[in-house]
């Protein structure tokens, strides 16, 4: 693994810290669902500001593309980690200008700051370098705690890096160290379970992962992409039209590679997505045109679950179906079980990750008898395909040069 500088490396006392966590928590009816991602980036929080560092931490959330968008705002968010920690939290609703400067000046040793979503500004996603600039001024030391955002090449997940001094936190660390000794020399078979609603952004992805995997299950909308590719009617089901070439070019890419690719056979159907609306089973490639796909039929479970006995490794990123809305959790919590119980009784390895991938987890009431549970989705699998993550790269640059502003 590269070298990079940790806490260990780090003296904290009196100084800014500008600390870029993953505070992109699934929320439902603006209510969180899952504090994973808030629990396990607390540590390093309490670290530093225990050793006397002043903490302000950056995170996205959701995908405001620039704008505004009151209902993407941190503020619950920077809300419910301040009561999961004795330390005072404040937070402000920007992430640069007047009004952070102020909330700095007035900060004292120990305190932490929350700063609003970093996407409101379009220089986040651009990598900008004025608004990394305008960020860097916050801090005099720059930790980044985010490996579930390290594959965005974002002005707080890597511009920072390049201007302040830079450090990984100890989530950033933990989880390459358990994804390694996890993966590194995965047992074979190897199998990957990949869903979600996520198509564009992790499609390419799963273009290099059919290189290390034996099997592929692909579940969840991002099935629907390629069940569409091939010419089965999808009805309205959540796709991306324009993917359909590449969707198309993976499964070669696949078959080249001696991967098995299982996409479903059935499908729970409805007219609309909420709770108590009418759904029925149907055969893949019965899909009434006024109806979608929210999630796999019992035939695909059984048959995911049947080749679940074959493997010794499963990664797993995105649930089966829309599972925040019953009955269409159904077949994510069927394979979980089924992935726990092989993984009890020590026949498998499950390394499962993704915000909402753990939300699901929970809710199938096995999270902590899998293998590893990454707070990552995208990241890991992306790590996984053996790429140096942008966010990772430039802590590794950062141990020997830092650019001054
Ligand atoms: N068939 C489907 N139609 C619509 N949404 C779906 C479907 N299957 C899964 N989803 C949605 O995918 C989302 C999770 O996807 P993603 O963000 O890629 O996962 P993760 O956060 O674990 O990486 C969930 O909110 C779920 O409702
Ligand atoms: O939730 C995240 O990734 P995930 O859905 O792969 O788990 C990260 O916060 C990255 O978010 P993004 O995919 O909007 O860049």
């Given amino acids: 693994m590269a070298a990079f500088r940790t806490l260990n490396d780090l003296s904290p006392a009196g100084k800014r810290i500008l600390l870029r966590a993953d505070l992109n928590v699934p929320v439902r009816e603006g209510r969180i669902t899952d504090t994973t991602r808030i629990d396990r980036v607390l540590p390093t929080v309490e670290e530093l500001v225990e050793k006397g560092g002043r903490v302000i931490v950056l995170s996205h959330f959701d995908r405001p593309k620039g704008r505004v968008v009151a209902e993407m705002s941190l503020a619950p968010i920077a809300a419910a980690m301040a009561e999961k920690t004795r330390h005072t939290v404040r937070f402000v609703s920007d992430c640069i200008g007047p009004e952070v400067e102020h909330a700095i000046a007035a900060m004292k040793d120990g ?9 409101f500004h379009a220089g986040e996603e651009k990598n900008d370098p004025e608004f990394v600039a305008s960020l860097a001024k916050s801090g005099e030391i720059y930790v980044n705690d985010a490996f579930s955002a390290a594959h965005r090449a974002h002005a707080s997940t890597e511009g ?6 830079a ?29 979600g609603a996520k198509i564009s952004t992790k499609l390419d992805l799963i273009g290099n992962v059919v290189n290390k995997v034996d099997i592929l299950f692909i579940g969840g909308a991002m099935a629907n992409t390629f069940l569409a590719a091939e010419g089965v009617p999808v009805g309205k089901s959540l796709q991306e039209a324009e993917m359909h070439e590449t969707a198309r070019e993976i499964v070669a890419r696949a078959q080249q590679a001696g991967c098995k690719i299982i996409l479903p056979v059935d499908a729970v159907i409805a007219r609309e997505f909420r709770e108590g609306a009418p759904s029925e089973i149907c055969p893949i490639d019965a899909v009434p045109a006024d109806a979608m796909i929210l999630d796999a039929g019992p035939r695909t479970v059984a048959l995911i679950n049947e080749q679940l006995a074959g493997l010794k490794t499963l990664v797993w990123n995105g649930p089966l179906g829309a599972f925040e809305i019953k009955p269409f959790d159904a077949a994510t919590v069927a394979v979980a079980r089924e992935a726990a119980r092989l993984t009890k009784e020590g026949k498998l390895k499950t390394i499962a990750g993704g915000g909402d991938t753990v939300s ?27 790429k140096l993550l942008p966010g990772i790269a430039v802590l590794t640059d950062a141990a020997q040069h830092v650019v001054p502003l």
């Fill in 167 to 195: 450090f990984a936190g100890r989530l950033m660390e933990a989880e390459l160290n358990a994804l390694s000794a996890a993966l590194e020399k995965p047992d074979h078979p190897v199998g990957a379970l990949i869903g």
């Fill in 360 to 386: 699901a987890l929970r809710h199938a009431g096995v999270a902590d008898q899998m293998s590893y549970v990454s707070t990552a989705g995208g990241a890991f699998m992306e790590w996984l395909e053996g």
């Fill in 160 to 165: 920072l890096a390049r201007h302040l001094p």
């Fill in 111 to 119: 305190d932490i700051l929350i700063l609003e979503n970093t996407r």
